[in-house]
């Protein structure tokens, strides 16, 4: 238990911290973290209580996650599980331990340990530890420069920003923010455009809160983008363009800033042309994208008219090939090329365009195209469409029975019909779930969703609720992460009420008054068969819908959630993720609406119906 992990100073000096110190791999709380492990579990075998206490309150204390672009709760839980079980948050240290850590902050020599012990003292408990901030802010300094370099994955630049986020709280009665300011100065004048990897992220740090020498930074830029290009590393180079074209602006220079976007274009292209080179599969798919981002980066720049021109003559030529390349997957199960193709989408600067186009990889199965798979397949396989058919849960239960096709009534050849486009789309939606999944792991790869990203869509999002935007947060989050079982225990329930909002905004009566005079809501059962709905989004999405939530014969897996039928293992499949990636693209397709017509009427261009029948 960490309440008990209790030790004078005098202890404290008595344990070899330093001696774990040294042997770290990296002089980092991560790998400190381990470390302080092991050293508390071998304490505890061979009976050394303190030992045991001081290295397993230090392992807590450096597990916690150090997230610096969070202004709010930079030090973070580092670990939460399923069964609500987590790894130590600041607020769980006690003041009898805060006290302690004070007492031993002067005894410790590591600038990392120094920045995280002054820190955690700082968040934990403000008052009168006014220089445990600045400490900390100085101690993030030194320990920053020292991990920045060719090895360092983001642990130099974390520990920068962190100093300058905390400094800049500190507020003008402490100097700590200038120092930093400074020191961060001096870093990226004396940086190597051409060996220092994370030159661009401390540009962009600096320039967060100072925009002196712009000329002189925008130029250190613009050699590191150049170093990135003659290294192939093209997201990496339009970036630093990115960031020089911010320092061009800066300065007034706005020739210089448009060069830079011309040049983030030219990386998409050669890009573009590197993916020919390599004949990759979905090659002409991939390197049409990438043209479309060419031509998309210069419309930013005034008069490139020709220019886009001619691109877009490249990208449609592309475009005519990437035909055949579909035609040569359509016959088997291979998804590689049509995974890359994902993964190219998604790969994005910024988080909101990532989940954009995650959102974009696909539409709902066409209910046209269903009927006519489920008709033609029905006709070929006679004997299966004579039979009559039954499905049965994992218990062995028959849950849905499906008439013969052939040889019953009208209606029953309609329904058996409606049961067999429905399992054509499960399979569809399986798949697509896979390329899906493998698109969200790839953008984490890139990007730290947090709560807050997600609460943005859900509050401007006309899909939700007022007053239930931390619910949707919560699980979109979730289901970013992986965690499915979670997501979907927060989403799926919350659809049904959702339907009805949009319905209420559009005028429509969701409600119905019982013989006994009760007023119930119209269920997601009603909602689904409801006109009005279909004309809201499409025969396709409520068909989808329907299928993934209710219908016995497809997922139903609202159903199957609300009385409790469903197993871990149904929550960490291809379709689960397909389901949460539908809840995902219900919040954000009125967003991309949105922001492709910026002109119109923020109500009217947000408006979900239009928004998902157009998709």
């Given at each position: 238990m960490l309440a008990e992990l209790l030790f004078t100073r005098d202890e404290f000096r008595s344990t070899n911290l330093h001696e774990v110190e040294a042997a770290a791999e990296s002089r980092t709380c991560e790998h400190y973290s381990s470390l302080f492990c092991k050293r508390a579990k071998v304490a505890e075998q061979s009976g050394d209580n303190v030992g045991r206490r001081v290295f397993g309150l230090f392992h807590h204390i450096c597990f916690i996650h150090l997230e610096p672009a969070d202004k709010t709760n930079p030090l973070a839980v580092a670990a939460s599980f399923v069964n609500g079980l987590r790894s130590a948050a600041v607020e769980d240290f006690s003041e009898e331990?805060?006290?302690?850590?004070?007492?031993?902050?002067?005894?410790?020599?590591?600038?990392?340990?120094?920045?995280?012990?002054?820190?955690?003292?700082?968040?934990?408990?403000?008052?009168?530890?006014?220089?445990?901030?600045?400490?900390?802010?100085?101690?993030?300094?030194?320990?920053?420069q020292r991990l920045l370099g060719p090895d360092d994955l983001g642990f130099g630049v974390h520990r920068l920003t962190r100093a300058l986020h905390l400094a800049n709280s500190l507020g003008r009665a402490s100097d700590a923010l200038p120092k930093a300011i400074e020191v961060l100065r001096d870093i990226v004048e004396h940086s190597d455009p051409a060996e220092e990897g994370s030159l661009k992220l401390l540009l962009d740090l600096l320039f967060e809160f100072s925009h002196e020498k712009p000329l002189e930074y925008a130029q250190i830029a613009g050699l590191h983008a150049q170093w990135r290009e003659g290294r192939n590393a093209w997201p990496y180079a339009r970036g630093a363009w990115e960031t020089a074209s911010?320092?061009?602006?800066?300065?007034?220079?706005?020739?210089?800033?448009?060069?830079?976007?011309?040049?983030?274009?030219?990386?998409?292209?050669?890009?573009?042309?590197?993916?020919?080179?390599?004949?990759?599969?979905?090659?002409?798919?991939?390197?049409?994208?990438?043209?479309?981002?060419?031509?998309?980066?210069?419309?930013?720049?005034?008069?490139?008219?020709?220019?886009?021109?001619?691109?877009?003559?490249?990208?449609?030529?592309?475009?005519?090939?990437?035909?055949?390349?579909?035609?040569?997957?359509?016959?088997?199960?291979?998804?590689?090329?049509?995974?890359?193709?994902?993964?190219?989408?998604?790969?994005?600067?910024?988080?909101?365009?990532?989940?954009?186009?995650?959102?974009?990889?696909?539409?709902?199965?066409?209910?046209?195209?269903?009927?006519?798979?489920?008709?033609?397949?029905?006709?070929?396989?006679?004997?299966?469409?004579?039979?009559?058919?039954?499905?049965?849960?994992?218990?062995?239960?028959?849950?849905?029975?499906?008439?013969?096709?052939?040889?019953?009534?009208?209606?029953?050849?309609?329904?058996?019909?409606?049961?067999?486009?429905?399992?054509?789309a499960g399979m569809q939606e399986g798949a697509l779930g896979r390329v899906i999944d493998i698109a969200r792991r790839h953008i984490l790869l890139d990007h730290r969703p947090a709560l807050e990203d997600f609460f943005e869509i859900a509050s401007y999002t006309p899909f939700v609720r007022p007053g239930k935007e931390l619910i949707f947060a919560r699980g979109l989050l979730a289901g970013m992460e992986g965690d499915y079982?979670?997501?979907?225990?927060?989403?799926?329930?919350?659809?049904?009420?959702?339907?009805?909002?949009?319905?209420?905004?559009?005028?429509?009566?969701?409600?119905?008054?019982?013989?006994?005079?009760?007023?119930?809501?119209?269920?997601?059962?009603?909602?689904?068969?409801?006109?009005?709905?279909?004309?809201?989004?499409?025969?396709?999405?409520?068909?989808?819908?329907?299928?993934?939530?209710?219908?016995?014969?497809?997922?139903?897996?609202?159903?199957?959630?609300?009385?409790?039928?469903?197993?871990?293992?149904?929550?960490?499949?291809?379709?689960?993720?397909y389901i949460w990636w539908s809840i995902l693209r219900l919040c954000c397709i009125p967003l991309i609406k949105l922001t492709e017509t910026p002109d119109a009427d923020a109500h009217q261009a947000a408006d979900v119906s239009t928004a998902t029948a157009e998709s």
């Open positions: 331990q805060i006290s302690v850590l004070k007492d031993c902050l002067d005894d410790l020599d590591d600038a990392e340990l120094i920045a995280r012990v002054a820190d955690l003292i700082w968040m934990r408990q403000r008052k009168g530890n006014y220089q445990c901030a600045e400490r900390a802010v100085a101690a993030y300094l030194e320990s920053g911010r320092w061009y602006r800066a300065a007034g220079d706005n020739d210089g800033a448009n060069a830079c976007l011309v040049r983030i274009s030219d990386c998409w292209v050669r890009e573009a042309e590197d993916v020919l080179a390599s004949d990759q599969n979905m090659s002409s798919s991939i390197a049409a994208s990438h043209m479309q981002s060419a031509i998309e980066a210069l419309r930013r720049v005034p008069e490139t008219e020709t220019q886009r021109q001619q691109l877009q003559k490249r990208m449609l030529a592309l475009q005519s090939k990437s035909v055949d390349e579909f035609g040569r997957i359509s016959g088997g199960v291979d998804l590689s090329g049509i995974i890359e193709q994902a993964i190219a989408a998604v790969s994005r600067d910024t988080l909101r365009e990532a989940l954009f186009e995650l959102c974009l990889l696909a539409n709902p199965p066409v209910v046209s195209d269903l009927r006519c798979y489920a008709e033609n397949g029905l006709q070929e396989a006679v004997f299966y469409s004579l039979v009559s058919w039954q499905s049965v849960d994992d218990q062995g239960r028959v849950v849905a029975r499906r008439a013969s096709y052939l040889g019953g009534a009208p209606e029953e050849r309609e329904a058996a019909l409606l049961a067999e486009m429905h399992v054509q079982l979670v997501a979907l225990h927060l989403l799926v329930l919350q659809i049904e009420d959702s339907l009805r909002y949009l319905l209420e905004r559009r005028g429509v009566v969701t409600s119905k008054l019982t013989s006994e005079g009760i007023q119930d809501v119209v269920d997601i059962n009603d909602l689904l068969k409801m006109a009005e709905l279909r004309s809201v989004l499409g025969d396709d999405l409520v068909f989808d819908l329907e299928g993934l939530l209710t219908d016995r014969f497809g997922g139903n897996f609202r159903n199957k959630l609300a009385h409790g039928l469903l197993y871990s293992g149904a929550f960490y499949s291809d379709n689960a993720a």
